[in-house]
């Protein structure tokens, strides 16, 4: 009778697990088409991965948005985030705030977090650094695919944030889209049932 009833348990639990991740890879391929164009106080890039020294082409593509929000007067700083990942020498953040000065972008502009190593913590930090220089509204900036996880992330942490995904993006075939889309999916499912605890 209690290996029936685990039995049980078990198979319950895998199919809202199932159901739970389909209405979740719904959500966040829907939500990556949304773009909340509004002016805001800052624009947070969220950090990845530094080549060399340099942006990878994925970070160079949401600093490039970044800069584009700042240069049409959606936002008036940038906020770069992204400490040392992958055994980098130099922070995502120091790396994403070279290539903007290098671009016209002015230093006094930019801020910088170089702590976090997750986005939960892109967040946690700059929730630091928003009240010191008096920003209270934002616009999140990552692919179009992480924008659900880290708009709720956002929320979460109690920021005023908005959706602006980058209009390019080097995930733009089904061989890089299909792996980060499905590792979205479970990063978002891991994440949310983590946080309703």
Known sequence: MIKKYTVKIIM??????????GFSA?????????????KADAAIV???????????PVLRERINHAIWLYENDYVEMIIFTGGKT?????AEAAVSKNYAVAQGIP???ILTEDRSLVTIENFRYVSEMADLHELSDFLVVSDP?????ALQ????????????????????????????????IGAYVAYTLSFAR
């Open 12 to 21: 319950a639990t895998l199919v809202f697990l199932v159901a739970f991740s």
């Open 26 to 38: 719904y959500d966040i391929w829907t939500y990556a088409k949304t773009s909340e164009l509004v």
């Open 46 to 56: 969220l950090g990845t991965a530094v080549w060399e020294g340099e942006p990878s």
């Open 86 to 90: 992958n055994g980098s020498q130099i």
């Open 107 to 109: 230093l006094k502009d």
């Open 145 to 149: 695919l992480h924008m659900k996880r």
């Open 153 to 184: 992330m956002a929320e979460d942490t109690g920021f005023d944030a908005y959706t602006s995904p980058t209009t390019s993006s080097e995930y733009n075939s089904p061989a890089t889209i299909i792996p980060f889309f499905f590792r979205e």
